[in-house]
């Protein structure tokens, strides 16, 4: 990263004026200096997009509509974007990466990776032949601490995993107005054609899911879920509950709900193993807590554990809080690395192992096909495609 000449040029489609998920990854993207935005098919309303693109001072000819004509104009470029930022509803998410990976150019998408295992197999398939890089955005393995767990977990320092327990709780569907009939109807987190077959489960389960399997290092063989809707009249799940066996003998369990009242972004992980245990808390994501067998809670922290991979992702002193923008920015620093190295025809950057891929999106969609089937089986064993 120190030998590059200039930034990243990065797209966008989806993200106009109004959408979070947008800004945040704006925001991410310019954290480190990796990258500078200059054309996105922000909206598919005309007004819309020019209106947002000239927001973000955008050249008019740049503001584009369709997302394909994007594609092909921006291939076209001598100086056309590099990578493209996909933060569309799920529906789009493969068409999308689809059209820019068969134009040459790097996708970093949001997740869940789209609303069928089978697109995400192809999208596997199209990334590895065309030798592009395609990021993930699972936010939250951007942070030290989690990625310091990973390391721990990995090294043997708690032993072998015997229990790990996930929770991800929200409360925002559980407020009035997104109770309404009106709210349900119009939605795409509660449209099967935008969303997928699932809305909790897909919208933050698929977080829970990788993180578990990202800090414990292993994929559950089996799982058990049930899937519910508190919401009158709501078409997909407002919650989820699983539980997970794996392979060498652990146990675990797995819940996500946007209807846990009080609960604002409330992701929470645990990992015990046969010599200490783990446990972090997203909301307070610059400490974790290990606890050996038979001794006292030690409270680790952002700055002051010693690890390459926390290291890796710390830029500020010890006791300077970072949290969320700077996790989602530490995704889009290692995707700048990945690709600046397959600019050069260098190896993939050793340091950049712990971002998520294409193949992680895949495992998720695997999860939610489980998932569902083990619930309309009447909540029963069901296998983990791997």
């Known amino acids: 990263m120190n030998n590059v000449t200039r930034k990243l ?7 106009g004026d109004g959408a979070f998920i947008g800004a945040v990854h704006r925001i991410a993207a310019r954290l480190d200096d990796c990258y500078e935005v200059v054309a996105g098919a922000l909206s598919g309303n005309a007004e819309r997009a020019l209106r947002s ?3 973000l001072r955008l050249a008019p000819e740049r503001c584009y509509t369709d997302f394909r004509a994007m594609a092909q104009a921006e291939a076209a470029r001598a100086d056309g974007i590099d990578a493209v930022a996909i933060v569309t509803p799920n529906h789009l998410h493969a068409p999308v990466a689809t059209a820019f990976m068969e134009a040459g150019i790097h996708v970093i998408c949001d997740k869940p990776l789209g609303i069928s295992t089978a697109e995400g197999v192809a999208l596997a398939a199209l990334a590895r032949d065309r ?8 936010t939250y393995t951007g942070y030290p601490m989690v990625r310091h767990a990973r390391e721990l977990v990995a090294s043997g320092a708690i032993g072998d995993v015997r229990l790990v327990h996930v929770e991800y709780a929200q409360d925002w569907m559980a407020e009035a107005a997104m ?7 119009t939605n795409w987190h ?19 899911f990788h993180l578990v399997g990202f800090v414990a290092g292993m994929q559950p063989s089996e799982l058990l879920a049930e899937l519910h809707a508190f919401t009158p009249n709501r078409t997909l799940d407002d919650h989820v509950q699983v539980m997970l066996r794996y392979p060498n003998g652990a146990r675990g369990m797995l819940w ?12 929470k992980l645990r990992v015990f193993g046969t010599k200490a245990s783990l446990a972090f808390d997203q909301e307070n994501p610059n400490e974790l807590w290990l606890t050996p067998q038979g001794g006292c809670a030690q409270r680790l922290t952002r700055g002051r554990v010693v690890g390459a991979a926390a290291e890796h992702a710390t830029r500020v002193p010890s006791g300077h809080p970072e949290g969320y923008l700077e996790a989602f920015a530490q995704l889009y620093r290692d995707a700048a690395a990945r690709i600046h190295a397959l600019k050069a025809g260098l190896p993939v950057p050793e340091e950049t192992a712990d971002l998520p891929t294409v193949d992680d ?10 998932v569902l089937a083990s619930h309309r089986a009447g909540s029963r064993w069901t296998a983990l495609e791997r």
């Open 9 to 15: 040029r990065l797209g966008m489609v989806g993200g």
């Open 190 to 208: 509660n449209d099967p054609a935008k969303a997928g077959p699932t809305g909790c489960t897909s919208d933050i389960g698929t977080h829970a």
């Open 361 to 370: 999106g895949v495992a998720g969609m695997r999860f939610i096909d489980a």
């Open 53 to 55: 693109g000239t927001a």
């Open 256 to 267: 996500s709900s946007q209807m846990a009242t009080g609960c604002e972004n409330a992701l």
């Open 179 to 185: 109770q309404s009939d009106e709210f349900q109807r």
């Open 131 to 138: 030798n592009l890089v395609f990021a993930l955005t699972h």
